[in-house]
């Protein structure tokens, strides 16, 4: 009978330890979903500022190239 109380215990014991393993996954998976989250929004923010930075050049180079254009109608 004691044996059977200790194999009892220990299955207790393993199975507290697997709850509690499956606690610590469950908080691994949400802490790289956020990480995943926080590389795609810095991901997002670089690709919107090179888009931007692409604009300005496309408007810097319109305005270099139209002085061009009229000295050359001249």
């Known amino acids: 009978m004691n044996e059977y109380r200790?194999?009892?215990a220990k299955t207790l014991?393993?199975?507290k330890r697997i709850?509690?393993?499956k606690l610590?996954?469950?908080?691994c998976e949400k802490k790289h979903q956020q990480e995943q989250s926080a590389i795609n929004y810095q991901w997002i923010a670089t690709e919107a500022r090179f888009d931007e930075l692409g604009s300005?050049?496309?408007d810097i180079q319109?305005?270099?190239e139209?002085?061009?254009r009229a000295r050359?109608?001249?």
């Open 19 to 21: 709850d509690d393993l």
């Open 66 to 68: 139209t002085p061009k």
């Open 56 to 58: 300005k050049q496309d």
């Open 62 to 64: 319109d305005q270099y």
């Open 72 to 74: 050359r109608r001249d």
């Open 6 to 8: 200790h194999l009892e």
């Open 13 to 15: 014991e393993v199975s």
């Open 24 to 27: 610590i996954q469950q908080d």
